[in-house]
């Protein structure tokens, strides 16, 4: 867990994000990541469980199947970063959120398994991520509205020790989520929550999103930064669209949360979208230890989530 926390801590110390660029410590970053890192260690463990979720990902899309259109799964990166954060942590509880196919649950489950300990419990008001994975032992899962049991238990988020939040991508669930969930915390929870610092969720941006691959990163943000300036233009420089890094989703009503109540102690994200450099190195690495085709355009490169970690409640 340390190890981990002091990437994010170090992220977190970053306040002016026009200076992440310059100030990225690169060398002790690649070192730490890759060569005698977090990556390094679990990398043929990755390797396996990137194979995996091929493998599942392709049942998934498999018409005889299923005829549910399985859309939106984890990125790579955000993927085996939730991994290393559950192996590294060992915790003894998991909530997730939202699973639709089971994408995130697969790759929760393993690491899981790998512990030899802990439990996921799964919250989704339909069943498919249960119909494509099975019943698994260190796993339970309720076709229910997780917010209707925070709201009758107001310690019912102190039962788990991560927290994976991907369902309903708008501000006002994120409202209702830190109010009755993130509110009642009394721990140090690990946080990841999906699809954040993706701007295509944002309507005037979709149409800028080519296919998400190294290759098209560039023309992507470029094509952004010009219907931002021409919105701002149009309203009087009213700049409520203005770049790339912006959050989506669920990201304004989350962050603003965060900031008004200080409970998070820090942040990070692997998309290119909130900061392109350090996404590419972290790419790398992955390259590096044989974890993904990224740098030639053969996958996609988005991984869209935050991780954060909760303060203890004072």
Same mark, same amino acid.
């Given at each position: %867990?340390a190890?981990?926390?002091?990437?994010?801590?170090w992220?977190?110390?970053?306040?002016?994000?026009?200076?992440?660029? =310059?100030?990225v410590?690169w060398?002790?970053?690649?070192?730490?990541?890759?060569? =005698?890192?977090?990556?390094?260690?679990y =990398?043929?463990?990755?390797?396996?469980?990137?194979k995996?979720?091929?493998?599942?990902?392709?049942?998934?899309?498999?018409?005889?199947?299923?005829?549910?259109?399985?859309?939106?799964?984890? #990125?790579?990166?955000?993927?085996? %970063?939730?991994?290393?954060?559950?192996?590294?942590? &060992?915790p003894?509880?998991?909530?997730?959120?939202?699973?639709?196919?089971?994408?995130?649950?697969?790759? %929760?489950?393993?690491a899981?398994?790998?512990?030899k300990? #802990?439990?996921?419990?799964?919250?989704?008001?339909?069943?498919?991520?249960l119909?494509?994975?099975?019943e698994?032992?260190?796993?339970?899962?309720?076709v229910?509205?997780?917010?209707?049991e925070?709201?009758?238990?107001?310690?019912?988020?102190?039962?788990?020790?991560v927290?994976?939040?991907?369902?309903?991508?708008?501000?006002?669930?994120a409202?209702?989520?830190? =109010?009755?969930?993130?509110?009642?915390?009394k721990?140090?929870?690990s946080?990841?929550?999906?699809d954040?610092?993706?701007?295509?969720q944002?309507?005037?941006f979709?149409?800028?999103?080519?296919d998400?691959?190294?290759?098209?990163?560039h023309?992507?943000?470029?094509?952004?930064?010009d219907?931002?300036?021409?919105?701002?233009?149009d309203r #009087?420089?009213?700049?409520?669209?203005y770049s790339? &890094?912006?959050?989506?989703?669920?990201?304004?009503?989350?962050?603003?949360?965060?900031a008004?109540? #200080?409970?998070?102690?820090? %942040?990070?994200s692997?998309?290119?979208?909130?900061?392109l450099?350090?996404?590419?190195?972290?790419?790398?690495?992955f390259?590096?230890?044989?974890?993904?085709?990224f740098?030639?355009?053969?996958?996609?490169?988005?991984?869209?989530?935050i991780?954060?970690?909760?303060?203890?409640y004072?």
């Amino acid at each position: %867990m340390a190890r981990f926390i002091d990437v994010l801590r170090w992220w977190a110390s970053v306040n002016d994000q026009a200076q992440v660029v =310059r100030r990225v410590p690169w060398k002790e970053i690649y070192e730490f990541t890759g060569a =005698r890192g977090l990556v390094r260690k679990y =990398r043929v463990e990755l390797r396996n469980e990137l194979k995996a979720a091929k493998e599942f990902s392709t049942r998934t899309k498999d018409p005889s199947r299923s005829t549910i259109k399985c859309v939106g799964q984890i #990125g790579q990166v955000e993927a085996s %970063m939730l991994y290393i954060l559950l192996r590294e942590t &060992q915790p003894k509880a998991v909530l997730e959120i939202g699973a639709l196919c089971g994408s995130s649950t697969r790759w %929760m489950l393993s690491a899981l398994r790998r512990n030899k300990k #802990g439990t996921l419990f799964t919250y989704d008001l339909h069943p498919f991520a249960l119909d494509f994975i099975g019943e698994q032992s260190n796993w339970k899962f309720f076709v229910k509205d997780v917010l209707q049991e925070a709201v009758h238990d107001s310690n019912f988020v102190n039962r788990f020790d991560v927290l994976f939040i991907d369902a309903l991508h708008t501000n006002k669930f994120a409202d209702s989520y830190t =109010r009755v969930l993130l509110a009642n915390s009394k721990k140090s929870h690990s946080v990841f929550v999906h699809d954040i610092f993706s701007p295509f969720q944002i309507p005037e941006f979709k149409a800028c999103q080519i296919d998400l691959r190294r290759q098209n990163v560039h023309k992507e943000i470029a094509c952004i930064h010009d219907v931002a300036a021409k919105y701002a233009d149009d309203r #009087g420089g009213r700049d409520i669209l203005y770049s790339p &890094q912006q959050m989506a989703g669920e990201g304004l009503a989350l962050s603003s949360w965060l900031a008004r109540t #200080g409970r998070s102690q820090r %942040m990070i994200s692997f998309s290119p979208y909130a900061n392109l450099d350090f996404a590419f190195r972290i790419l790398a690495i992955f390259e590096v230890h044989h974890l993904g085709d990224f740098l030639t355009g053969q996958r996609q490169v988005n991984n869209p989530s935050i991780f954060f970690q909760m303060t203890k409640y004072a």
